[in-house]
């Protein structure tokens, strides 16, 4: 015995078509983006300007200078009349010149040179003395500015002392003859390159160069500040130390 099943009827919107049905819901492929193309054959693609075009209408204004007073002679001009550098500076080298030779000469020393105390020619010795050492092998820089520093506020100290309050030595000018002074024991680090350590040669070249250092320094001291000449003495005493103990540098 066979049973019959109630099947609902299928009802299609295109009235019973089912193709009908498929071709609606199906989308057509569209075609992708073109941009639009350019009548000028020479033009770059994708592009929506024209270089040519670009270009021809771009103008750039030439640069309009004013006209001023000062021209290339001008300023040429302006150069010739300024000071050289080294006198801006400070920097008198033939002053320089002029002390060191009066140093060279321990007989005769002019001490109106060293009235003007400076720190040029002063720098110029110890770092000649510092480049000396070093070809000996030897790194004396900071020791060398070191010492030199203490030095002369030493002589600073002694010299007030022993002068009171009529003693016008000032620290600058103190520091300044020490500096000048020092130019013979720079040509002993240089002699000492050339003789052997350790012996009796150099032993009595060292003696001679302290001696004359301290001479200078002690007759420029006396005559360049006032109560001087009491305490020569004990002024070349003070100069003796302080030079015997920049000779030990180049000695050891």
Same mark, same amino acid.
Not at 6 to 11: A, D, E, G, Q, S
Not at 157 to 162: A, G, I, K, Y
């Given at each position: 015995m066979s049973k019959e099943f109630?099947?609902?009827? $299928? $009802?299609f919107p295109s009235g019973g078509n089912p193709s009908a049905a498929g071709t609606q819901q199906r989308r057509l492929p569209t075609a992708p983006f073109q941009p639009p193309r350019s009548s000028n054959p020479n033009s770059i693609p994708f592009m929506s300007f024209d270089i040519g075009s670009t270009a021809a209408s771009t103008s750039f204004s030439a640069p309009q200078f004013g006209h001023n007073n000062i021209g290339i002679g001008g300023g040429a001009a302006g150069f010739e009349d300024e000071p050289p550098l080294l006198e801006e500076l400070g920097i008198n080298t033939k002053q320089i010149w002029h002390k060191t030779l009066s140093i060279l000469n321990p007989v005769r020393v002019k001490s109106d040179l060293h009235e003007d105390a400076d720190l040029s020619g002063p720098f110029l010795f110890l770092m000649a003395f510092g480049l000396f050492q070093l070809l000996a092998g030897k790194l004396h820089f900071g020791i060398i500015l070191g010492w030199v520093t203490v030095a002369s506020l030493f002589l600073y $100290? $002694? !010299?007030?002392?022993?002068a009171g309050r009529n003693g016008n030595l000032d620290l600058y000018r103190c520091l300044s003859l020490i500096g000048y002074c020092m130019l013979p024991i720079v040509i002993l680090s240089a002699v000492a390159l050339f003789v052997p350590q350790g012996g009796a040669a150099i032993l009595a070249v060292t003696g001679? !160069?302290?001696i004359w250092s301290t001479r200078v320094c002690a007759r420029l001291l006396v005559e360049l500040a006032s109560c001087g000449d009491e305490h020569r003495g004990l002024i070349a005493y003070a100069c003796f130390l302080i030079y015997m103990l920049f000779s030990l540098l180049v000695i050891f």
């Open positions: 109630n099947v609902p009827p $299928v $009802v $100290v $002694v !010299f007030n002392m022993l001679v !160069f302290v």
